[in-house]
């Protein structure tokens, strides 16, 4: 047996709130087994329960299923019984699951800053090797320079003379 709750409606010209579907031979309709049926809770049709439905309380689980806040959730553990033990169950269940996020909430930070910092000492050396490059030009530069005003002062000691 195989359930499905779905917060649509798979057979919209067939709406119910609870459906038990079996495998069957297409053209005689027999069924090819009763050890297999897949089970539907529309939580969308709540309202169509039938008398059969909610005397197996399946109207209150899937007013379980469908609840968005502790407060509906715990509204329906005080009047039911059975409910209350899977609301415990639920809650602790999430709080693990909060917990849990939590925990990997951190690790991906963590992760985060250790990317960070790798990322920030590979643009350190390169940022030094940079500097070093402009430096090694700079003096290269500087050395040009040397030389250019060293070329023109001969030049113009040159034409000096040659004037004389």
Same mark, same amino acid.
């Given at each position: 047996?195989?359930?499905?709750?779905?917060?649509?409606?798979?057979?919209?010209?067939?709406?119910?709130?609870?459906?038990?579907? =079996?495998?069957?031979?297409?053209?005689?309709?027999?069924?090819?087994?009763?050890?297999?049926?897949?089970?539907?809770?529309?939580?969308?049709?709540?309202?169509?329960?039938?008398?059969?439905?909610?005397?197996?309380?399946?109207?209150?689980?899937?007013?379980?299923?469908?609840?968005?806040?502790?407060?509906?959730?715990?509204?329906?553990?005080?009047?039911?019984?059975?409910?209350?033990?899977?609301?415990?169950?639920?809650?602790?269940?999430?709080?693990?699951?909060?917990?849990?996020?939590?925990?990997?909430?951190?690790?991906?930070?963590?992760?985060?800053?250790?990317?960070? =910092?790798?990322?920030?000492?590979?643009?350190?050396?390169?940022?030094?090797?940079?500097?070093?490059?402009?430096?090694?030009?700079?003096?290269?530069?500087?050395?040009? =320079? =040397?030389?250019?005003?060293?070329?023109?002062?001969?030049?113009?000691?040159?034409?000096?003379?040659?004037?004389?």
């Amino acid at each position: 047996m195989s359930a499905l709750i779905l917060n649509f409606t798979p057979l919209t010209e067939h709406p119910r709130f609870y459906s038990v579907y =079996q495998l069957s031979e297409i053209h005689d309709h027999h069924i090819y087994t009763d050890k297999f049926n897949i089970s539907t809770l529309d939580l969308t049709h709540i309202d169509l329960a039938t008398d059969e439905d909610k005397a197996y309380n399946i109207d209150i689980w899937a007013a379980l299923f469908k609840s968005q806040t502790w407060e509906n959730i715990k509204m329906l553990a005080a009047k039911y019984n059975a409910v209350n033990e899977a609301a415990t169950t639920l809650y602790q269940l999430s709080e693990d699951e909060r917990i849990r996020l939590q925990c990997q909430a951190r690790e991906d930070y963590a992760r985060d800053q250790r990317t960070t =910092q790798h990322a920030i000492a590979d643009l350190s050396k390169a940022l030094a090797g940079s500097q070093k490059e402009l430096a090694d030009s700079q003096k290269e530069l500087a050395d040009s =320079q =040397q030389r250019i005003a060293e070329l023109e002062a001969q030049l113009a000691k040159l034409r000096g003379s040659s004037i004389t």
